[in-house]
């Protein structure tokens, strides 16, 4: 069994700057890619960044590039989710997640692994 825990969030005016990280336990993280999603009260749940397990291919949703950045460092079973010039619209709670192999890197579906999730509010 894998478990994730993220760490990181909290209350940031906009303009500031966050760094997400999702520890993984149970398995090698390097045999994993991950994916980081998020979901605002009321909304479905949303691709945010992912990246694949041997750290070299990236993937960003559209209104997420140029302000965040994923990363990963194997050796310490971490992943993580550098954000800048957030904006109140980025509140919601982020969620980290991997899988062996994900079919599509931008759907929740295609994570079996979660994480509890750690909430994020940018104040205006």
């Known amino acids: 069994q894998v478990q994730l825990v993220e760490s990181g969030g909290g209350l940031v005016q906009a303009g500031g700057s966050l760094r997400l990280a999702c520890t993984v336990s149970g398995r090698p993280f390097s045999n994993y890619a991950m994916g980081w999603f998020r979901q605002a009260p009321g909304k479905e749940r949303e691709f945010v960044a992912s990246?694949?397990?041997?750290?070299?291919?990236?993937t960003y949703a559209d209104y997420v590039k140029g302000r965040i950045t994923i990363s990963r460092d194997n050796a310490k079973n971490t992943g993580y989710l550098q954000m800048s010039s957030l904006r109140p619209e980025d509140t919601a709670v982020y969620y980290c997640a991997c899988d062996l192999s994900p079919l599509n890197v931008t759907k929740p579906r295609s994570y079996i692994y979660w994480g509890q999730g750690t909430q994020v509010t940018v104040s205006s």
């Open positions: 990246i694949s397990r041997n750290n070299i291919y990236t």
